[in-house]
């Protein structure tokens, strides 16, 4: 399993979530971050399985739900 980690900065009122260099995987989903539409995606092969709102609490929901299914 590949540590992620989350630089957390103030975006016009709210929280928005980086995360810090390279995105990685969690239990083989790559876990990604689109700064586009400011969501995290777990993805496996091309397939996205989950997405999560790009704040700190969508962080540590797409980390916990990586890592149990």
């Known amino acids: ?15 928005r979530c980086e995360p810090s260099g390279n995105q990685g995987e969690i239990n083989g989903k790559r ?11 777990v993805m496996v092969g091309q397939d996205v399985v989950a997405t999560f709102a790009g704040n700190r609490k969508g962080w540590y929901n797409m980390v916990q739900w990586a890592r149990t299914h």
Do not use: S
């Open 1 to 15: 399993m590949t540590k992620l980690r989350c630089r957390i900065r103030m975006v016009t009122d709210h929280l």
């Open 31 to 41: 876990v990604t971050w689109n700064p586009d539409d400011n969501r995290f995606y």
